[in-house]
């Protein structure tokens, strides 16, 4: 927590260093650039809304979270924000926080006042137009969204070779279960995920993002145009290629089969899986179907024909890529 130098009526506080954690609390209203004049007294002289200057041939700001761009995310919640600034601080555009939230994010603020960008505590129905829903958590961060990748031959033998899973969705439609998919994968320590170039293929929106908390940032998210052929791509490469049914499947998966073993084991190498899960709807496509190893359906009751899609993503994940 930041402690503040005594001041007199109408002036604002300045921040100083504190002696435990060198906290930085962010500024409540419009940022103050470094040498605004003052008027006598102390009171700091009135000045502008600070924006940053935009490069040549940028689209201006049309309002305080700048204008909607295929390039940009807007990342809500504290550790989704937190988790961009750890592994890319360069890419967070602007920032805009409640006061409660100001004054956990000092260090970002301050890193944001150096390279001159933006950074606003606005009110909280600011932020819902801002974010654009109610589930902000206090703070949105407007970023560079990072690009899809197509893999090639090479990348496929390069992860193989590597012994690193993999995790493919077959036209998983819903954002929400995406992101919900996509935090379980980071949790487990699955390094990525696959997606096809299909309309009904949701992508890493700000949806996603915001259900994923953070999770997003400890993936890399890939784009293939046809997945049954990138799925006979990865047999090839000698994965596993473990298709999840709803039924016919065999019960139960092999309990770390998916997870190459430690240096201290010893053990023998673990067959490598790469995991496809289907549409909320309609499962896996049947050329996908054709293309997969083998088929696994998890066990259950029979009261309720299956399991949403990214509860099942966990108990397979669980299943096949935590180590024995």
Known sequence: MASFSKFGPGSRPVPRASENAGEFVAPA????LRGASEVPGG???????????????????????????????????????RARFARDPASIKRLFFDKDTGQRVGIICKVLAREKKIYRQVEPAELEKISGSLHHGGIV??????????????????????????????????????????????????PRLVIPEDPAAARPNDAAYRVAEGGF??????????????VRELTAAGYEVVGAATRGGRLGAKRGEGTPPTSETGKGAAKLVALVLGNEEQGLAPEVTAACTRLVTIPGSGKVESLNVSVAAAVLMWEIFRRP
């Open 29 to 32: 209203g419009g940022m103050r």
């Open 141 to 190: 961060a407007v970023v560079y969204a990072p690009p899809l990748r197509t893999p090639t031959g090479e990348d496929i033998r390069a992860w193989a070779k590597r012994g690193e899973p993999l995790l493919v969705l077959d036209r998983i439609g819903n954002a929400h279960n995406l992101g919900a998919v996509a935090r379980t994968a980071a949790f487990f320590g699955v």
């Open 217 to 230: 940032e400890h993936l890399e998210v890939w784009r293939v145009p046809v997945l049954a052929a990138f």
């Open 43 to 81: 009171k700091p002289a009135a000045v502008p809304a600070v924006r940053a200057e935009a490069p040549a041939g940028a689209e201006p700001a049309g309002s305080r979270s700048g204008p909607a761009r295929h390039d940009e995310l807007k990342l809500c919640g504290l550790a989704a924000v």
